[in-house]
């Protein structure tokens, strides 16, 4: 009987969408507490990954349906399948047909029981209740579910579900891998440890091997144990005598309750960082690529361009490998999906390639690789070639045989400079450094050949930084920038700035001027991503801006005066700290502004004594004052005792361009007749009017401007890097009529100045002073009211200026799209005709649709839609073709909320054929 009713869940779970292939029977997986648990059968999102990140079903058998209780379902937590089945498998009362219960994993017992009846049929009529609910119990749809719970809107799911079986398993699995290895380190001395590693990491992937395909090995000791993995793969499992004492120990933290079957790549990635010292992991940069991120930047890139023989693909600095399992899976679907996963996997190892230099991380990726279609033979080809060398290019192309057609990378972010894994005298980067992403972007272009594809991902910094110029450069040149993302700092661990992704085609830009449609989050499922503005680059410029932004026009009109700072400013860079400090200053010591970390903005900075420390001016003992030091500039106009504005250099707490933050704080200095001018710090700025004669209202006016919101919005919009330059205070641009209308900014906030710590007491006087002196800026600059809105909701929480806080509503970092609709998902075909840059727009031909919007372009035969995050890059061209993945076909809802209803996109299998060859095998029958 239990078979039969098994049995029949499968015929019913075939009939929407799970092929044999993505179920199997009798899964086992780790709680929390390292016990095993057990389920009949469990259904996968994918044929090609079975593991905790694909698992969408969860079958269990029951006495009685009505028996169970929302206790039953809390294991299922630690596998993260959304839906849940109990079935009768076999029942005393043979009379009575077997019933079925179809729940989920809930947020508590009442809405477990919500809606108890509705769903608990009979069998006989189970597979008719799936084909109702086909579009919610829909492979795709439980896939984003594990990741939003609104998808499944049938129950009250229990929200990311991904994310909280994440850390059961991680605080079991990767505990324990971490306290045995630190029983390794103990043991071992630093040029022994790293066999010691290796070892550790082969007994991990034979473990995960043996509990994933059902192996009875042996878990007594680790001789047997590996004598049973080396006769499955005796090129990888082989173990020296001498390691075999210590796995003993691993055997041991590992024992016969530990099913580690249902490990998802995540969790391998993790323990791959925990092999890493904080320091090390620190200083070289290294961030593990979570499968989301690594399977997003593979399907937004078109490989379906490139002939099927010419798919290589290579990661030059691979880590743990989830950027290859990615690849190996998107290979595989754009051609090879119809062959047996043998013949598949015989045919991708000859075109997938890892690199990294440090031989531990190629140790990780190849077990990776290996668990990815288990038990294969283990011969992928990982390369250990150093990137920052001369011959890396030749190496590489000499050991795979060509030039990789597909690079993805997340290389590490650390200095360009540094020793090699365990070296002791790696520095972490510092500031102005260059980083290493950059770099090895410039390498990964040259490596890569004509027309060839390439996703990497990146510091932010690297889009304004100074010394990464040429290489910006290069890129505009010599590829189309198909795609560029902000990857906020919570899709890595610990942390705290943002990435950026690339998606490139490696072909010269047709034209002068490029567009490129930024996004603002990586376009995964269930993220908030939100288009931005487009950038215009011209190839031929010099000081193109990629950063993205959505105030595109407001600074337009911020730099229409044609003037800036520098056209009335002096601007230096403060001193070096001295290393005589003290608290209060001395007789005859020089106001130094030290670092300001607290310092009041209503301040002139002389009531702020724990922030001065004395310069030795007049024995100059200290290098800075010193006759033969190379600040003399700023030593002349510190000495002339003028009023200055010190605007801070090093925006630590800036954070990423998704989070809002005050970019722009400044202080001002106005000395008392026959009293020092303060001394700025390094990490001030000082700005001194060259109209010596109107020096204070110039100094005024220019500290409420930098203050003001556009002073921020200005330097988050237009800057990444932590640290402001000279030259970019010099270029901030300043309106027409500054050099002649200050008059009233400067008395207005030189009132704000003197009273400043009154306003406190007096919050009324306060708003309405700081408002005033809002206006007067707004007004110069011409910013219209709905821009000044937008800016006034973009900077809320504390002003600098002020103090108040601001109230707005806005997205917050890990907010999620909610794709809610019941509609049936389907596949059509689309054609790009047409796109406007401006008004990012894009119109697309889309067959098979039922009622067409009221802006359809008759003309051309395209619905106008924006362009938003699920339309990837290659898309945005004139000309492409493929298939488009809608949950509509009214056209109307289409080009009203597209956010809501286009699922994704991919080209044609034989994109790389010519369009009429394209065109003519759509017509063919299947």
């Known amino acids: 009987m239990s078979c039969y009713v098994q049995k029949e869940i499968e015929h019913a779970l075939e009939e929407i969408g799970y092929s044999q292939k993505m179920t199997s029977r009798d899964v086992s997986f780790l709680l929390e507490g390292g016990r095993s648990y057990s389920t009949n059968l469990v259904a996968y999102s994918s044929d090609l990954r079975k593991d905790a990140d694909t698992a969408v079903i969860a079958v269990k058998e029951t006495a009685n349906v009505e028996q169970v209780s929302f206790s039953d379902t809390k294991p299922f937590r630690s596998l993260a399948t959304p839906v849940l089945i109990f079935a009768e498998f076999s029942r005393r009362d043979r009379q009575r047909e077997p019933y079925i219960r179809t729940t989920a994993i809930c947020k508590s017992e009442g809405d477990f029981e919500k809606h108890r009846q509705d769903n608990i049929v009979p069998l006989s009529r189970f597979a008719e209740y ?247 033979d283990n011969n992928w080809k990982i390369l250990s070639y150093d990137i920052r060398g001369t011959d890396f290019e030749r190496n590489v192309i000499s050991a795979i045989g060509s030039r990789p057609t597909i690079i993805v990378a997340n290389p590490p972010f650390g200095p360009t400079s540094g020793t090699p894994r365990g070296g002791k005298n790696v520095k972490a980067r510092q500031q102005g450094q260059r980083d290493r992403s950059g770099f090895i972007l410039n390498k990964c272009i040259d490596l890569l050949p004509n027309d060839g594809l390439m996703g990497i991902v990146l510091t932010e910094t690297f889009l304004n930084q100074q010394q990464e110029r040429d290489i910006r450069k290069k890129a505009l040149e010599t590829c189309q920038i198909l795609e560029q993302w902000t990857v906020p700092p919570d899709w890595f661990r610990k942390v705290k700035r943002s990435a950026m992704v690339w998606i490139l085609r490696k072909k010269r830009p047709r034209g002068r001027y490029v567009h490129i449609f930024p996004i603002s989050d990586v376009p995964a499922l269930g993220r908030a991503a939100q288009s931005r503005d487009t950038l215009e680059l011209d190839t031929l410029s010099e000081e193109n801006i990629f950063v993205s932004t959505n105030f595109s026009h407001v600074l337009k009109t911020m730099g229409s005066g044609g003037k800036t700072i520098r056209d009335f400013y002096e601007i230096q860079n403060g001193f070096r700290k001295p290393r005589n400090r003290s608290r209060k200053p001395s007789p005859g010591a020089h106001p130094f502004s030290g670092s300001a970390k607290k310092t009041n903005p209503y301040s002139d900075l002389r009531q702020l004594a724990v922030e001065w420390v004395k310069l030795k001016a007049l024995d100059k003992i200290d290098p800075n004052f010193d006759d033969r030091s190379q600040r003399q500039e700023l030593k002349k106009w510190i000495f002339k005792d003028m009023p200055s504005v010190l605007l801070r250099a090093n925006r630590n707490n800036h954070g990423s361009s998704q989070r809002i933050r005050w970019g722009s704080i400044a202080l001002i200095d106005i000395p008392p007749k026959g009293e020092k001018s303060v001394a700025p710090s390094e990490n001030f700025h000082a700005a001194f009017s060259i109209d010596s004669s109107h020096s204070t209202d110039f100094c005024l006016a220019l500290w409420a401007l930098l203050n003001h919101p556009l002073g921020s919005l200005y330097f988050n919009e237009t800057k990444i890097t932590q640290w402001i330059s000279t030259r970019d205070l010099e270029q901030f ?104 840059q401006e008004e990012r727009m894009v119109v697309l031909a889309i067959d098979g649709m039922d009622k067409y919007p009221s802006n359809y372009d008759q003309s051309r035969g395209g619905i106008r839609l924006r362009t938003i995050p699920a339309i990837p890059g290659w898309v945005l061209q004139e000309g492409a073709m493929g298939w488009m993945e809608l949950a509509t076909g009214d056209c109307e809802k289409l080009s009203r909320q597209p956010e809501e209803y286009i699922l994704g996109f991919n080209p044609f299998k034989n994109a790389y054929e010519s369009r009429d060859k394209i065109q003519l095998e759509l017509m063919q029958p299947d």
């Open 130 to 376: 799936l084909k109702k609910k086909q579009e919610l119990f829909s492979p795709r749809r439980l896939e984003i579910a594990k990741w939003n719970a609104q998808q499944l809107s049938i129950f009250d799911l229990y929200p990311n579900l991904l994310g909280g079986a994440f850390e059961i398993i991680t605080k079991e699995l990767v505990g324990k891998f971490q306290a045995a290895i630190r029983s390794l380190r103990t043991y071992r001395t630093d040029d022994k440890l790293g066999s010691a590693l290796e070892a550790a990491i082969k007994f991990l992937g034979a473990r995960i091997l043996r509990d994933r395909e059902g192996y009875c090995w042996p878990l007594s000791n680790a001789r047997d144990f590996f004598s049973h993995a080396q006769s499955l793969l005796p090129t990888y499992f082989s173990l020296p005598l001498k390691d075999e004492v210590l796995m003993d120990t691993f055997l041991q933290s590992f024992n016969t309750n530990y099913d580690l079957s249902q490990v998802s790549l995540d969790m391998i990635g993790e323990i791959y960082e925990t092999l890493m010292l904080e320091g090390e992991r620190r200083q070289y940069g290294v961030h593990y690529t979570r499968s989301r991120l690594a399977h997003t930047i593979l399907k937004r890139m078109p490989i379906e361009e490139l002939r099927p023989e010419n798919r290589i693909l290579l990661d030059p600095t691979c880590g743990s490998g989830s950027l290859l399992a990615a690849g190996y899976e998107r290979l595989g679907d754009a051609e090879y999906s119809g062959q047996s996963l043998q013949e598949r996997h015989h045919i991708l190892v000859k075109r997938i390639f890892g690199n990294d230099y440090d031989p531990i991380a190629a140790m990780i990726a190849k077990m990776t690789l290996m668990l990815y279609h288990p038990p294969h």
């Open 733 to 836: 641009p300043l309106p027409e009529a500054w050099g002649n209308e200050i008059y009233q900014v400067a008395r207005s906030a030189e009132k704000v100045l003197k009273n400043g710590r009154s306003f406190f007491q007096d919050e009324l006087a306060e708003s309405e002073e700081i408002k005033r002196l809002d206006i007067l800026i707004y007004d110069l600059y011409g910013i219209s009211q709905k821009d000044r809105k937008r800016i006034e909701s973009k900077f809320s929480g504390k002003r600098p200026l002020t103090g108040r806080p601001l109230t707005s509503q806005h997205l917050k970092d890990g907010d999620v799209l909610i794709y809610s609709t019941d509609e049936r998902i389907r596949r059509t075909t689309f054609e790009t005709i047409g796109i406007f």
